[in-house]
């Protein structure tokens, strides 16, 4: 490694230590929006990245041996990881947490919540779709954390639930985004429809798709908006992780301009050499 990488990589791991605790809470709230609150062993190493735990945490968790998670059969006899809620405990999801900051209220937060929405330019909705949309903001939340049994598969509110699931999903990544495909492993356990990556784009003023080196990315639009009243925050490897890409970016230039330089030289090597060969004739 060189000495940039170096100091990244023990930048990180500072970091990672002092925040410990709120980055694995990352992980507990991803397992508890589970029907079982528990996730397979496969899945939850697939997720450990976007979350910002290192490659290797189930091998060598600290909560998994002192009981915070445990090992746990599913019900197809995969081995997963369990996580469970205390008897007066009450998990709350972020737009809930924003809410009450937002109410100054530190009660219970309020049964309906509406979107942040964030329209793209240029896009004008029929009078229609405006209605229903306005109608769909002030239908009953239902927190990705709660049981969602009862629900009707086929009514609008089931549908905000998902956007709700979602919603929450991306909070919870370093970087509030994800490759679309990524998430299709979560869809049986999260409650989630056979074809919920049409709410991406059904719901394009909560989430943006974006192409980038022939894979679709979601992103929570919400994340990157400065305006926004109360923030979504930050994951505290957010910085690091950026820095790590310019340092690639970097890297990229320095190879590039290498391969110019290799390319310079042969061209120089060969036009020396035909010098010499016509100055012998």
């Given at each position: 490694?060189?000495?940039?990488?170096?100091?990244?990589?023990?930048?990180?791991?500072?970091?990672y230590a002092v925040h410990r605790l709120e980055i694995v809470d990352r992980l507990r709230k991803l397992i508890l929006m589970s029907r079982?609150?528990?996730?397979?062993?496969?899945?939850?190493?697939?997720?450990?990245?976007?979350?910002?735990?290192?490659?290797?945490?189930?091998?060598?968790?600290?909560?998994?041996?002192?009981?915070?998670?445990?090992?746990?059969?599913?019900?197809?006899?995969?081995?997963?990881?369990?996580?469970?809620?205390?008897p007066n405990e009450e998990v709350i999801s972020v737009l809930q947490h924003n809410a009450l900051k937002l109410n100054g209220n530190n009660?219970?937060?309020?049964?309906?919540?509406?979107?942040?929405?964030?329209?793209?330019?240029?896009?004008?909705?029929?009078?229609?779709?405006?209605?229903?949309?306005?109608?769909?903001?002030?239908?009953?939340?239902?927190?990705?954390?709660?049981?969602?049994?009862?629900?009707?598969?086929?009514?609008?509110?089931?549908?905000?639930?998902?956007?709700?699931?979602?919603?929450?999903?991306?909070?919870?990544?370093?970087?509030?985004?994800a490759e679309r495909r990524r998430l299709l492993c979560l869809k049986k356990h999260l409650g989630l429809p056979q074809k919920f990556h049409?709410?991406?784009?059904?719901?394009?003023?909560?989430?943006?798709?974006?192409?980038?080196?022939?894979?679709?990315?979601?992103?929570?639009?919400?994340?990157?908006?400065?305006?926004?009243?109360?923030?979504?925050?930050?994951?505290?490897?957010?910085?690091?992780?950026?820095?790590?890409?310019?340092?690639?970016?970097?890297?990229?230039?320095?190879?590039?301009?290498?391969?110019?330089?290799?390319?310079?030289?042969?061209?120089?090597?060969?036009?020396?050499?035909?010098?010499?060969?016509?100055?012998?004739?």
């Amino acid at each position: 490694m060189t000495q940039d990488v170096a100091d990244l990589d023990r930048k990180e791991s500072e970091l990672y230590a002092v925040h410990r605790l709120e980055i694995v809470d990352r992980l507990r709230k991803l397992i508890l929006m589970s029907r079982e609150k528990r996730l397979p062993l496969r899945i939850v190493q697939g997720m450990l990245w976007y979350l910002g735990l290192p490659e290797d945490y189930l091998k060598s968790s600290k909560e998994i041996q002192n009981g915070y998670f445990q090992i746990a059969r599913m019900q197809d006899g995969e081995q997963g990881l369990n996580a469970s809620i205390g008897p007066n405990e009450e998990v709350i999801s972020v737009l809930q947490h924003n809410a009450l900051k937002l109410n100054g209220n530190n009660c219970w937060p309020p049964s309906v919540i509406k979107f942040s929405l964030f329209p793209s330019k240029g896009l004008c909705l029929k009078q229609k779709i405006e209605m229903w949309l306005d109608e769909f903001q002030i239908l009953q939340y239902v927190s990705p954390y709660e049981d969602f049994s009862t629900l009707n598969p086929n009514s609008d509110i089931s549908e905000k639930r998902v956007i709700r699931v979602l919603h929450e999903l991306l909070c919870l990544f370093f970087d509030n985004s994800a490759e679309r495909r990524r998430l299709l492993c979560l869809k049986k356990h999260l409650g989630l429809p056979q074809k919920f990556h049409k709410a991406f784009e059904c719901h394009s003023h909560v989430f943006y798709l974006l192409l980038k080196n022939k894979s679709c990315f979601v992103v929570l639009k919400e994340a990157y908006y400065s305006n926004s009243a109360i923030a979504i925050e930050t994951h505290p490897l957010f910085s690091v992780r950026n820095e790590y890409m310019r340092l690639m970016l970097k890297s990229e230039d320095i190879l590039r301009s290498r391969r110019g330089l290799k390319v310079f030289d042969k061209y120089s090597h060969e036009e020396s050499f035909d010098g010499l060969t016509d100055s012998v004739n």
